[in-house]
């Protein structure tokens, strides 16, 4: 059987995956965790960031130029982000793995052009 928990304020029993204790309303525990999905949402921005940069470069090229641009050039600015990121005591590991997932995604769209 699920074990049982307590909360840590009133003391009272808690149901196995209760986000708020059902007696005094403090949250519990679970939900201090910063879950994947922030650092998805830092990954997402990241990418946004860099297409829109991307965009903005690509309306002020000349046509000779935008014949040049392709998704190489997101996968490297990437790249030169994650580097940086990971010589920044700040970051943890699991934020670090999914800039280089990101890049990994850049990659293969480059590759795919
Ligand atoms: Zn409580």
């Not at 650092?39 to 940069?53: D, P, W």
């Not at 130029?65 to 998704?71: G, I, L």
Request: with cysteine; hydrophobic share 35%.
């Amino acid at each position: 059987m699920a074990e049982v928990k307590f909360c840590t304020k009133c003391g009272g029993s808690l149901p196995n995956d209760a986000k708020f204790c059902p007696g005094c309303g403090i949250a519990t525990k679970k939900s201090y965790r910063p879950g994947v999905g922030y650092y998805l949402l830092v990954a997402v921005l990241l990418i946004g960031c860099i297409f829109a940069y991307g965009l903005m470069s690509y309306n002020t090229m000349t046509p000779q130029e935008r014949a040049h641009f392709n998704a190489k050039d997101n996968a490297q600015a990437c790249w030169d982000e994650y580097h940086d990121k990971v010589n920044d005591p700040r970051m943890s590991k699991q934020e670090l793995g999914i800039i280089y997932g990101a890049c990994k995604l850049l990659d293969e769209r480059a590759k795919n052009r």
